[in-house]
C-alpha cells in the first residue's frame, strides 16, 4: 500500500503557511497517484490536443508531497535522456508498472472537477502493479534531505523532507529501486511539474504568474538544462496555443534566462531563433507581444552579446528600414546599461557609431528617409511616454546625420525635423537630441539651422504670445521649448569644442526664456538645458581660464524664475534646479557681480524660507492624481541651498563672503514665523559644519562681525521652538570651534582627530518635531571630543565661552545686535535679546565703547517692549552699565528727557537702582545743569541739544526734578540737598536770563501751550525739592505767603531768594551748616548769577546762630568784604547789607528798639502809605534784630497792629496781620507772657478774614494764622498748612474751626463774642464766616452758646441765618436753614 504523505498545507514553514498564495491544482489526497484505466481526454483551455489523466494525476500527487531530491548529478546519457519529456514521463510511469498509458502530450489540460473527483479504485489498482517501490532506501532519503525541493508547490520550503513509502500489497514482496532509477524517477517529476505550470500560465491570475516565475527561476537555478528543454519544447510542441498564453510564456522565459549566470550554446541559439520570429509577427496583442519577445533577445545579450549583435548589425543594415522590434530592442540596449557587462557596452557604443556610418547612404533613399521620419513623428500610446524604439531612432538619426559629410544634407535633414511637431514633451527631448548629436561634429550647421528655425514665422508668433487655439497651433507653441533643449544638448555633446559658443548659446537660451510662452514647460526646458549648458563647461578643462560675458544674465533669469515661483506650493524641482545651476556659476569667470549675488540670494532665500510648513506643502498636492514627493523635493531643496552655500564659500573661502552670507541670512534668522527661522538656521548650522570639517576658510584675517552672528545664534539658542534651540546650539558650536582654528588655540593634532559629527539620521540620535523640521540633532556624547564640550553646555554657558573669545569690537557688535533685537514683534525674540544683552553686559560692560548710544537705543525699543519682563531686562541693563559708564549715560539720556516720558522716566530708576549709582547720576546731572551757555542769539530755536547747548541744562533740570519723587533716588537726593538747593536757585536765575524779551511772544506761547515752561519746571524743581526732603514748612513760609511769584522776574528774584532764606532761618532748617558749607565756594564762582545766589542766601543766614558753627564771625566779615570788590553792583549792595548785620555791630539792637514806640506812633496817620508803609518799616525792624527781638515792646507792637485787623482800609489791613505775624515769628521758642493773650484774640479775626475780598488781606491773614499755630504748637501742622494753602469750602472752615476749638478751649468765650461781634461787620463774607463759627459752634457746644448769647445775639443770629439763607452758593443755604432750626430749638429748650 502507499503510506500517506504528509499534505500540501502541513509541509509549509510556520511563516508561508500565513501567505501561502500558490495555485493549488489537483486532489489533496495522497493515495491517489497513477490509474491505471484509460480516462477520456477532456478540451483543453486552448484547445492544443488532449492527454491522459494517468499524467495529470501523477503531477497531482507529486504537487502533494514533500520530496527532497539531488539536483547536481551528471544526466545519463542514454535515450532516456534524449527523449522528450512527454517520453521521459511515460517511461517513467511504465518502469512502476502501470498499465499502458496513453502519453499525448499535447498541452491538453483534465477538467479540474473532474481531478477532484473520487479515488476509490486508486488504492487497490497500485496494490497489484508489482513495480511499484514498496520502499526507498535510507542512504537515498538522506541525500534528499540535502537539497531543496524542486516542485513548483514546495521549493520555498526548508522543512525536513518526508519519506515516500511505495508500498505493496499485503502479498508482495517489498523491492528496494536502484539509485540511478530514482534520480530518472526524480528528473520524470520535475519535467511534469515544469510542464504542468506552463501550462497553467494561460489561465493564472496575475498573483499565480508571479509566483509561478518565481518558482520556475529557482528550477532553473538548480536543473537549467531541465527547464531550457521543457520550455522549449512547450513552444515546439504546441505551436497552437494561444496568443496571450505565447506571450505570458515569453515573460516567464525573459525571467528565468535573467536569473542564469551561465546558458548553454544551444538554449542561446534555439531561443534567439524563437525571438526573432515572434519580434515580427503580427498578433492581437499588438506591440507588447512583439516587446515580449524583444525582451527574450535582450535577455541574451547576457549570454551571447557577440551572436546579439551582430544579428542586429546585420538586420539594420538591409537598406531596408528595420521594423519596430528590432529599434525597440537596440533602444532597450541604448538606454539600459546594466543589461550589458562593461566592456561589451564600450563595444556597443562602438558598434552604434559604425552602424550610423554605414547607414549614412540610407539618407539618400527616398523610402527610407520618410520611413525615418514617419516613425519619429508618430504618435506613441500616450503621447507623454517616449518609447525606447523612438528614442533609439532619434538618437541613431543624431548618429548617423553626425557621421554625414554634406553640409546641406545635413541641415535639410535637420529643419525637416524641427519643422515637426513641437507639441509632445518627448518629441522635444528627442528633437534636441538629435540635433545635440549632429553638433558634435557639425558644431557651425547645427547653430545655422536653429538660427534658422528661431527666425521662421511660427517661432515669431509662439514668441509673441499670441492665440494659439487649434492643433496646428499647439505644434509651435513649446518650439521655444525644443530650441532651448537644442542648446543645451549642442553643449552638452560637443564637449571641448562648446567654449567658444558658450557665450553666444547663452545669449540665444536667455533671449528665448525671457520671449517664450512662460510656462511650466519652458521653466523646465529652460533649466535642463542651462544644466547640460553648465555640466559641459564644467568637464571642459579651460574652463576656469575663459571668461563668460553672459553669466550676469543667466542669473538674472535665474533670479526671476524663482522670484516667480507660487509662495505657497513646492511641486516642482524648478527651485532646486535654478540653485544647482547657481552653485555650477561660482566656479566660472567673471565673478559673480556683488549686486546681482546679493539680489539672489534674497530672492532665493525668500522663495524658499518662506514656504509654508511641510505639512501645508503636502495638503496642496493631495487632489493629484499623481502626487509628487514632497517631501523628497523639500529635502532635495534644502540640500540644493546648503550645496550653493558651501559653492560660494569654497570659491572664495574669506571672512568677506562669510559674512556676505549670512548678511542675507539675518533677516530670516529673525523671521517672526518659527519655521523660517528654523530653516535658516539649519542652513548656518550646515554651513559651519562645512567650514569646521572642511577647514577651507581662510582664517587669517579676523572674522567679520562675528559679534552679529554669536548674538543671532544666542537669541536663537532661546527660542519657543525646541528645533531651533537644539540647531542654535549647534551651529554656535561649530562657530566656536571655527574661531578656536582661527585663534589657533586647538592643537594641530587635536583638530586632525577630531571626530565628525553624527549625520541628522545617525543612529542613537535624538529628534525633536516641529515645523517642518522632522529632526533635528542632539549630538551624542560618545561621538564628541573634549574640544567638543560647547556641545554640551547650555546656551548661556556657550555664549559666556563664545564671548571670552572675542575681542572689544566684537563683543560691542554682539551687544548692539542684541540691543536690535529689542525692537522685534515677537515677544520670545525681544525677552531672548533682553536676557543675552544682560549676560554680555554683565560678563564685559567694564570696558564698552558708545556706551551713550547703547542708552539711546535701548530707549528708542523700551517704548514698543510690551512683555513686563523683558522690559525689566532691558531696564536691568541700564543698571548694569550704571555700575562703570554713569556719564556717558547721563549724558545721552539728556537728549530726550524734555520733557520726560514714562519710559524715559523709567529708564533714569534703573540708572540709579543701585544707591552708589543714584548719587553720582545726581551730581552728573548737577554739573550739566550747572554748564549754563547763553544762546549766541535769540532767533535759535533748533531743538537738538548739541546745536543747542543750553537745553541740557534745562534737560538736566527737569530730569532732576522729575527723580526727586522717584523711590530710588530718595535718599540721594535727602544727601545732595545742600548742592541741589544752590543749583536750583542759580538756575531759575540763569532761566530767568534766557527768557528775557528779545524772543517773540507767539513763540513763547506756542512753546508754553506745548510743555511747561522751563521756567515754571525750574520753580516746581524748587518747590518739590522743598517738599520731598522734610523742608516742608520753608515750602509753607513762601506759599502762604505767595512769595513764589518773585521767582519769575529777574527783579523780584533777590526777595524772593531773602525770603526763603529767612524762612528757612526762621524755621531752623537743619541744613543751614551744611548750605553755608557750599556757600563759600559758589561765591568763588565765575558765574556771576552763582555768586548772586549764594550772597543772597548768606545774608539771611546771618541771623541763624547756626552760621557760627561754620563760618567765624570774622571769616564771615572778611566773606562779605571781598564780595565789595565783586562786578556785580547787586553783589555788592548785598555785601553791604551783610556788613551791616546786627550780627557784627551788637548796639545796633538798642538803637532799632529806641525807635520802635515813635513807628508805632505813625500807625495812626490818616495818609494810608505813610501807615502801610510805617508797619512794612517796623516789620523790617524786627527781621533785623534778628534773635533778640523788640523785648518789651512786642506786647505794644502786638495790640497795635491787632487794632488794625479791622480796618476799613485794605492795605492797612493785610500790612497789620503782615506786622503781627513777623512778631509771632520773632517770638518762637520764648516765653509768650503777656503775648500769648493777644496772640488768642487774634486767632478768629485772622480766621474770618480769610474770607476777606481783597487777596492781599487773605495771603497776610493765612500767612499770620499759620505762625500763630505753629507759635502755640498746634497738630497736625501740615495739614493745618495744606488747608490754608489750597482747600476751600466747608469742609475746610469746618476743619479751622475745629483746630481752634481743639487748642483754645480755655478762650471759648472770648472767641465766641468776637464772633458774634463781626455778625455786625460790613463785609458781607466776613458776616456769613461768623455766623458759619457760630453755627459749628452751637452745634457742637450747645448749652455754652445759650449760656453766653442774650436775646439780642439771638435776635441777631436769627436775622443773620435767615439772609444766608438767601446766598448763592447752596452748600451756606442750607446750612442757614439747618441752623435756624437748630436755633429755634435751642432757644425753646432755654425758655423752659
Not at 510556520?14 to 478540451?43: C, F, I, K, Y
Not at 445775639?1353 to 451756606?1372: W, Y
Request: glycine share 4%.
Amino acid at each position: 500500500m502507499i503510506r500517506p504523505s504528509t499534505s500540501h498545507r502541513e509541509c509549509l514553514r510556520p511563516e508561508d503557511q500565513e501567505t501561502d498564495m500558490r495555485p493549488h491544482w489537483g486532489h489533496t489526497s495522497s493515495t491517489r497517484m497513477l490509474t491505471q484505466a484509460h480516462v477520456p481526454n477532456l478540451p483543453s483551455s486552448d484547445g492544443a490536443g488532449s492527454t491522459s489523466l494517468s499524467l495529470e494525476g501523477c503531477c497531482r500527487h507529486w504537487s502533494h508531497c514533500d520530496l527532497r531530491v539531488r539536483s547536481g548529478h551528471q544526466r545519463r546519457a542514454s535515450a532516456q535522456d534524449r527523449a522528450s519529456p512527454s517520453v521521459r514521463i511515460g517511461l517513467a510511469i511504465g518502469t512502476c508498472g502501470s498499465p499502458a498509458l496513453s502519453l499525448n502530450m499535447d498541452g491538453q489540460q483534465s477538467n479540474r472537477s473532474h481531478s477532484r473527483s473520487s479515488t476509490d479504485g486508486t488504492s487497490s489498482a497500485l496494490s497489484h502493479n508489482p513495480r511499484i517501490l514498496s520502499h526507498v532506501s535510507v542512504s537515498t532519503k538522506e541525500s534528499l534531505c540535502t537539497k531543496e525541493p524542486q516542485d513548483y508547490a514546495s521549493l520555498d520550503r526548508q522543512s525536513h523532507p518526508a519519506t515516500i513509502m511505495l508500498c505493496s500489497s499485503k502479498s508482495s514482496q517489498a523491492s528496494l529501486v536502484s539509485k540511478e532509477h530514482q534520480l530518472f524517477m526524480e528528473e520524470a517529476y520535475n519535467s511534469a511539474i515544469c510542464f504542468k505550470m506552463l501550462q497553467d500560465i494561460a489561465t493564472s491570475d496575475p498573483l499565480q504568474l508571479k509566483y509561478i516565475t518565481k518558482k520556475l527561476k529557482k528550477m532553473a537555478q538548480r536543473t537549467p538544462n531541465l527547464v531550457m528543454e521543457t520550455i522549449h519544447d512547450y513552444f515546439k510542441d504546441n505551436a497552437e496555443i494561444s496568443s496571450r498564453h505565447r506571450f505570458r510564456l515569453f515573460q516567464v522565459l525573459q525571467a528565468v534566462i535573467g536569473a542564469l549566470d551561465v546558458l548553454e550554446e544551444i538554449w542561446q541559439r534555439n531561443f534567439m531563433q524563437l525571438a526573432l520570429e515572434h519580434m515580427t509577427k503580427s498578433t492581437e496583442l499588438d506591440d507588447i507581444y512583439q516587446d515580449a519577445a524583444s525582451n527574450v533577445l535582450l535577455a541574451l545579450c547576457r549570454h551571447s552579446w557577440p551572436a546579439v549583435a551582430k544579428h542586429l548589425e546585420t538586420e539594420l543594415l538591409t537598406g531596408v528600414f528595420p521594423h519596430r522590434s528590432l529599434l525597440f530592442v537596440m533602444g532597450v540596449l541604448s538606454s539600459q546599461e546594466e543589461l550589458l557587462k562593461k566592456e561589451d557596452r564600450e563595444s556597443w557604443k562602438e558598434l552604434l557609431s559604425q552602424m550610423a556610418r554605414k547607414s549614412v547612404p540610407f539618407l539618400n533613399t527616398d523610402v527610407w528617409s520618410k520611413e525615418l521620419l514617419w516613425s519619429l513623428t508618430k504618435s506613441s500610446r500616450t503621447q507623454q511616454e517616449h518609447t525606447p524604439e523612438k528614442a533609439f531612432l532619434f538618437t541613431y538619426y543624431g548618429l548617423i546625420l553626425q557621421a554625414e559629410e554634406d553640409s546641406s544634407n545635413i541641415r535639410t535633414h535637420l529643419k525637416t525635423l524641427l519643422e515637426t511637431s513641437h507639441q509632445w514633451p518627448k518629441q522635444r527631448e528627442g528633437i534636441a537630441l538629435t540635433v545635440g548629436l549632429v553638433a558634435v561634429r557639425h558644431l557651425d550647421d547645427a547653430w545655422a539651422i536653429l538660427e534658422q528655425f528661431g527666425r521662421s514665422t511660427p517661432i515669431k508668433w509662439s514668441l509673441q504670445n499670441l492665440s494659439l487655439k487649434s492643433l496646428e497651433d499647439l505644434r509651435w507653441k513649446w518650439a521655444g521649448s525644443t530650441i532651448l533643449l537644442s542648446y543645451g544638448q549642442m553643449a552638452a555633446k560637443a564637449k571641448s569644442h562648446i567654449l567658444p559658443w558658450v557665450d553666444n548659446i547663452l545669449s540665444r537660451m536667455i533671449f528665448y526664456f525671457r520671449f517664450s510662452s512662460w510656462d511650466e514647460t519652458l521653466k523646465q526646458s529652460f533649466l535642463t538645458a542651462i544644466m547640460m549648458l553648465v555640466g559641459a563647461i564644467s568637464r571642459s578643462e579651460g574652463a576656469h581660464s575663459y571668461e563668460f560675458s553672459q553669466t550676469s544674465e543667466l542669473l538674472e533669469c535665474l533670479t526671476t524664475l524663482m522670484e516667480k515661483e507660487p509662495q505657497d506650493t513646492l511641486l516642482t524641482s524648478i527651485r532646486q534646479q535654478a540653485i544647482h545651476i547657481v552653485a555650477s556659476l561660482s566656479a566660472l569667470r567673471p565673478p559673480m557681480d556683488v549686486d546681482k549675488k546679493s539680489r539672489l540670494l534674497s530672492v532665493c532665500f525668500r522663495s524658499i524660507f518662506a514656504l509654508p510648513l511641510l505639512d501645508a506643502l503636502e495638503k496642496h498636492s493631495c487632489l493629484f492624481l499623481e502626487p509628487p514627493n514632497i517631501q523628497g523635493l523639500y529635502s532635495q531643496t534644502m540640500e540644493a541651498v546648503d550645496h550653493m552655500l558651501q559653492c560660494f564659500m569654497m570659491q572664495n573661502p574669506t571672512v568677506n563672503e562669510l559674512y556676505f552670507l549670512l548678511s542675507h541670512l539675518y533677516v530670516w534668522l529673525a523671521s517672526e514665523k518659527a519655521h523660517e527661522r528654523q530653516r535658516a538656521v539649519h542652513r548656518c548650522m550646515i554651513l559651519f559644519k562645512f567650514l569646521h570639517c572642511k577647514r577651507c576658510l581662510e582664517t587669517k584675517e579676523n572674522f567679520r562681525r562675528m559679534g552679529q552672528l554669536v548674538a543671532m545664534l544666542g537669541i536663537l539658542c532661546q527660542d519657543s521652538d525646541r528645533t531651533i534651540q537644539c540647531l542654535s546650539l549647534e551651529a554656535m558650536g561649530h562657530l566656536y570651534q571655527l574661531l578656536m582654528q582661527q585663534k589657533a588655540e586647538v592643537p594641530e593634532m587635536e583638530r586632525e582627530t577630531r571626530q565628525e559629527l553624527a549625520l541628522p539620521d545617525a543612529p542613537g540620535a535624538a529628534f525633536w518635531s516641529s515645523g517642518d523640521q522632522r529632526g533635528a540633532l542632539l549630538i551624542p556624547q560618545d561621538m564628541a571630543s573634549k574640544n567638543d564640550s560647547i556641545f554640551f553646555m547650555s546656551s548661556n554657558q556657550a555664549t559666556k565661552e563664545i564671548m571670552s573669545h572675542l575681542a572689544m569690537t566684537e563683543l560691542t557688535d554682539l551687544i548692539w545686535t542684541a540691543i536690535d533685537g529689542l525692537g522685534s514683534t515677537s515677544s520670545s525674540w525681544v525677552q531672548a535679546a533682553a536676557d543675552l544683552l544682560s549676560l554680555a553686559i554683565q560678563e564685559h560692560g567694564d570696558n564698552l565703547a558708545t556706551v551713550g548710544k547703547m542708552g539711546q537705543a535701548i530707549h528708542h525699543h523700551l517704548c514698543a517692549i510690551q512683555m513686563p519682563q523683558a522690559k525689566e531686562s532691558a531696564l536691568h541693563v541700564i543698571t548694569l552699565l550704571a555700575r562703570n559708564h554713569i556719564p556717558e549715560l547721563v549724558a545721552a539720556f539728556l537728549d530726550f528727557s524734555t520733557p520726560l516720558d514714562s519710559h524715559s522716566f523709567r529708564l533714569w530708576r534703573a540708572l540709579g537702582a543701585e544707591e552708589p549709582a543714584s548719587h553720582l547720576v545726581l551730581t552728573v546731572l548737577m554739573a550739566w545743569m550747572q554748564k549754563r551757555p547763553l544762546p549766541s542769539s535769540a532767533s535759535d530755536s533748533s531743538a537738538c541739544p548739541v546745536e543747542k547747548p543750553h537745553l541740557r541744562s534745562l534737560a538736566a533740570m527737569n530730569t532732576i526734578h522729575e527723580l526727586q519723587f522717584a523711590r530710588e533716588f530718595k535718599k540721594a537726593v535727602r544727601d545732595t540737598f545742600p548742592q541741589l538747593f544752590l543749583a536750583l536757585l542759580a538756575q531759575m536765575h540763569y532761566i530767568m536770563e534766557l527768557n528775557q524779551p528779545t524772543e517773540p511772544e507767539q513763540e513763547q506761547k506756542a512753546q508754553e501751550s506745548a510743555m511747561p515752561s522751563p521756567q515754571s519746571t525750574s520753580l516746581e524743581a524748587l518747590k518739590s525739592l522743598l517738599s520731598t526732603t522734610g523742608h516742608w514748612h520753608d515750602f509753607a513760609h513762601l506759599e502762604l505767603q505767595s512769595a513764589w511769584e518773585h521767582f519769575t522776574s529777574i527783579h523780584t528774584y533777590p526777595q524772593a531768594v531773602g525770603l526763603l532764606a529767612r524762612a528757612m532761618v526762621q524755621n531752623h532748617c537743619k541744613e543751614i551748616k551744611a548750605i553755608v558749607s557750599y556757600l563759600l565756594p559758589s561765591l568763588q564762582s565765575q558765574q556771576e548769577r552763582e555768586r548772586k545766589t549764594a550772597i543772597l542766601v548768606l545774608i539771611e543766614f546771618l541771623y541763624s546762630p547756626a552760621l557760627l558753627e561754620v563760618l567765624s564771625k570774622q571769616a564771615a566779615l572778611t566773606v562779605l568784604a571781598q564780595s565789595l570788590q565783586d562786578t556785580c553792583s547787586e553783589i555788592r549792595v548785598a555785601s553791604l547789607q551783610g556788613l551791616g548785620n546786627i550780627l557784627f555791630h551788637t548796639e545796633k539792637g538798642t538803637l532799632l528798639r529806641g525807635q520802635l514806640p515813635a513807628f508805632l506812633n505813625g500807625f495812626f496817620q490818616n495818609n494810608e502809605a505813610v501807615v502801610v508803609g510805617i508797619m512794612g518799616l517796623v516789620s523790617d525792624i524786627l527781621h533785623r534784630l534778628g534773635t533778640e527781638g523788640a523785648g518789651a515792646q512786642s506786647l505794644s507792637i502786638a495790640i497795635n497792629a491787632r487794632y488794625f485787623f479791622d480796618d476799613e482800609r485794605d492795605n492797612i489791613r493785610a500790612a497789620a496781620m503782615a506786622l503781627f505775624g513777623d512778631l509771632v515769628a520773632t517770638m518762637t521758642d520764648r516765653e509768650l507772657t503777656g503775648l500769648r493773650s493777644q496772640v488768642c484774640q487774634s486767632m478768629v479775626p485772622l480766621l474770618l478774614y480769610l474770607k476777606d475780598q481783597c487777596p492781599a488781606v487773605v495771603t497776610q491773614a493765612k500767612f499770620a494764622f499759620y505762625r500763630c499755630a505753629v507759635l502755640l504748637r498746634w497738630q497736625p501742622r501740615h495739614t493745618l498748612f495744606c488747608t490754608l494753602a489750597w482747600e476751600t469750602g466747608l469742609s475746610a472752615r469746618h476743619f479751622l474751626w475745629t483746630c481752634l476749638m481743639t487748642h483754645s478751649e480755655k478762650e471759648f468765650s472770648i472767641h465766641l463774642s468776637q464772633a458774634i461781634n463781626y455778625l455786625h461787620s460790613h463785609h458781607r463774607h466776613i458776616k456769613t464766616w461768623a455766623a458759619l463759627f457760630i453755627g459749628y459752634t452751637t452745634c457742637y457746644q450747645p448749652q455754652a452758646v445759650t449760656q453766653m448769647v442774650n436775646d439780642m445775639d439771638t435776635k441777631l443770629l436769627f436775622s443773620t441765618f435767615k439772609d444766608l439763607k438767601k446766598d448763592p452758593e447752596p452748600a451756606i443755604r442750607e446750612f442757614a436753614t439747618r441752623q435756624l432750626e437748630f436755633l429755634r430749638e435751642v432757644s425753646a429748650r432755654s425758655k423752659k
